[in-house]
């Protein structure tokens, strides 16, 4: 016997519920259109994703609340297609590019300790402030002058060209470490290898309002003569544009053929990359 229990119409009975059949459970779930009273069914088709289908009742619906619902219902599944057809990503300036001929991949970047060590030690160390002197003849406010007065294009050249001035030096004569990357303070003073190049030149780029979203460090390897490298890149009109301690010119990142980028940064995010097979 079952427990007494009342049903709608007043009386009391000790029957077995009819449990609802697999139709019933999947299609349908009965409940009140909220304002006017009048019934109406929720479906959940199975050619519509599970969730999106409002469809009402044709029988008790008003014309005007089937319409309704249907424009809820196909609202509902073109968003759904293009967060599936577009997947968010990182902000970039212009199309998605195969930065050196690479496919990417996002990952944390708590993976890449030296980085986050590095962007502490620079908040507790600015250069890029007023009163700031980067050699003996260019205050950070002169620096920042000239700079405004020319494209953005000639900015990258003017930034390249002026931290490539400093000499190369490695981590381990510098600070007695096999791999250490230094703030722009510390390689305003001290020098350093090549991501110390492009730390100090992605700085001056950011202080002077390219946003952190359109550049990254890249770590690569010269495939040439197999060796370790890292250069800056900017994303602009379409294009990457390479800011190398090894050059003065800024290219197109598609001029660089022996470059095999490992992996690239920002404030934001960190990629790894991969040579698509052929």
């Given at each position: 016997m079952f427990p007494a229990r009342i049903l709608p119409s007043g009386e009391r009975t000790n029957r077995r519920p009819r449990a609802a059949g697999p139709t019933e459970r999947r299609n349908a779930l009965s409940e009140l259109w909220p304002g006017d009273g009048r019934q109406w069914m929720v479906y959940i088709p199975r050619h519509i994703p599970r969730g999106l289908g409002l469809r009402p009742n044709r029988r008790t619906a008003p014309r005007s609340g089937r319409v309704a619902a249907w424009a809820l219902c196909l609202a509902l599944c073109l968003a759904s297609a293009c967060l599936t057809a577009f997947p968010a990503r990182a902000a970039e300036n212009g199309p998605r590019i195969q930065l050196f001929g690479t496919v990417e991949f996002r990952r944390p970047l708590k993976s890449l300790p030296a980085w986050l060590e590095m962007l502490a030690r620079n908040e507790k160390s600015p250069i890029f402030v007023a009163g700031s002197r980067f050699n003996a003849s260019t205050t950070w406010e002169q620096f920042r002058a000239r700079a405004e007065k020319l494209s953005r294009r000639e900015q990258l050249k003017m930034v390249n060209v002026f931290w490539n001035k400093w000499p190369y030096r490695e981590d381990k004569d510098v600070y007695g470490k096999p791999d250490?990357?230094?703030?722009?303070?510390?390689?305003?003073?001290?020098?350093?290898?090549?991501?110390?190049?492009?730390?100090a030149k992605y700085f001056t780029l950011k202080a002077l309002g390219v946003p952190a979203d359109e550049m990254r460090i890249v770590v690569l390897k010269e495939t040439i003569r197999n060796l370790a490298h890292a250069v800056l890149v900017v994303y602009?009109?379409?294009?990457?544009?390479?800011?190398?301690?090894?050059?003065?010119?800024?290219?197109?990142?598609?001029?660089?053929?022996?470059?095999?980028?490992?992996?690239?940064v920002n404030e934001h995010n960190r990629w790894a990359h991969v040579k698509p097979k052929k």
């Open positions: 250490y990357w230094a703030t722009p303070s510390e390689f305003r003073k001290n020098s350093g290898d090549c991501e110390d190049y492009s730390i602009m009109d379409n294009d990457a544009w390479v800011l190398d301690n090894m050059s003065n010119n800024v290219l197109s990142h598609t001029r660089y053929k022996s470059y095999l980028p490992q992996f690239s």
